[in-house]
């Protein structure tokens, strides 16, 4: 299974970004999917998380400004980051984990968002 990321970019604060994980060689559908980002210098932090039946969780600081979701089909999974920060800058992972034994995990190659003030 590969994971490709893209959609990052350089935006202005308070503008949006929508970021696409796809996989090849699997639809992910046992899999929860979801999105990491590391600023430099700092440790990598969890953004969104969706499971294949939607059951999503996001990290404190984006709730409410970004939304994750899948297409089970086409084995994508998306983020829609509005209302953009500069503090939102970083390279942006997507991860996909199955959860039952034996337990896989993939890594996307990151995409880099880039939020200016």
């Known amino acids: 299974v590969q994971l490709q990321a893209s959609g990052g970019g350089l935006v202005q604060a308070g503008g949006s970004l929508r970021l696409s994980c796809a996989a090849s060689?699997?639809?992910?559908?046992?899999?929860?999917t979801g999105w990491y980002r590391q600023a430099p210098g700092m440790q990598r932090e969890m953004v969104a998380t969706i499971s294949s039946g939607g059951t999503t969780n996001y990290g404190d600081s984006v709730k409410g400004r970004f939304t994750i979701s899948r297409d089970n089909r086409k084995g994508t999974t998306y983020l829609q980051m509005n209302s953009l920060k500069p503090e939102d800058s970083a390279v942006y992972y997507c991860k996909a984990r199955r959860p039952v034994t034996p337990v896989l995990e993939y890594w996307g190659q990151g995409t880099l968002v880039t939020v200016s003030s």
């Open positions: 060689g699997s639809t992910l559908s046992s899999f929860v």
